[in-house]
């Protein structure tokens, strides 16, 4: 389901405007986005946290040039979802069937 999909299902559903809808969604992540690039995790109960990594410092290896390359200390975006989202997911009604 795309992004243009979800807000045309919440404005059906909620008789709110599409664009008011869309405004809605883009503050919503807008928020999202700035809270974890200030360090600060982003829960929503009964859905799941955004959170963010802390990735320690490594030697890895460049096979091509059989080098060694430093990566550093760095920060990465991620999501966890909710004990009950995660259920609610495993015993739903799959309709569509993805391609392995």
Do not use: C, L, W
């Not at 992004?3 to 928020?31: H, R, W």
């Not at 829960?43 to 959170?51: A, D, K, L, N, P």
């Amino acid at each position: 389901m795309t992004k243009a999909e979800i807000i045309a299902e919440i404005s059906t559903k909620t008789g709110i405007e599409k664009v008011d809808v869309q405004e809605t969604v883009e503050a919503f992540f807008k928020v999202v986005k700035t809270s974890m690039v200030s360090g600060e995790n982003v829960y929503v109960r009964g859905f799941g946290s955004f959170v963010v990594k802390k990735r320690a410092k490594k030697t890895a290896r460049n096979i091509s040039k059989n080098t060694a390359i430093i990566i550093p200390e760095h920060f990465v975006p991620s999501f966890k979802p909710a004990k009950t989202f995660v259920e609610k997911v495993r015993t739903g009604n799959k309709t569509k069937t993805t391609k392995a």
